[in-house]
Nanobody, 120 residues
Framework: QVQLVESGGGLVQAGGSLRLSCAAS????????MGWYRQAPGKQRELVAT???????NYADSVKGRFTISRDNAKNTVWMQMNSLNPEDTAVYYC??????????????WGQGTQVTVSS
């Protein structure tokens, strides 16, 4: 199994910033894509941002220009800097990776989630 450990969530006022981090472990051979999804109460889980092993990024339109995703391939770690936060960003943020394990193959893995709350 692949373990994803997230940190960095919390409560912040509108206009503030937070930085999420996520480290993957578990005899991983390689990781293709890492990223973040979020789920607000009563809504479906949605993509926030992803980054490939080659550094290609993809962002939801709602966060472009405010959030920045980055990763360290050697450490199997991904970060997301979130600036200019607004109450609509309130959600549980889930770390995601698409990883290859020897004997298992390529699979999707999810973290437990970290709460981000933005007060107005």
């Amino acid at each position: 199994q692949v373990q994803l450990v997230e940190s960095g969530g919390g409560l912040v006022q509108a206009g503030g910033s937070l930085r999420l981090s996520c480290a993957a472990s578990g005899s991983i051979f390689s990781i293709n894509v890492m990223g973040w999804y979020r789920q607000a109460p009563g809504k479906q889980r949605e993509l926030v941002a992803t980054i490939t092993s080659g550094g290609i990024t993809n962002y939801a339109d709602s966060v472009k220009g405010r959030f920045t995703i980055s990763r360290d391939n050697a450490k199997n770690t991904v970060w997301m800097q979130m600036n200019s936060l607004n109450p609509e960003d309130t959600a549980v943020y889930y770390c995601y990776c698409n990883a290859f394990k020897l004997g298992i193959g390529l699979n999707n893995y999810w973290g437990q989630g970290t709460q981000v709350t933005v007060s107005s």
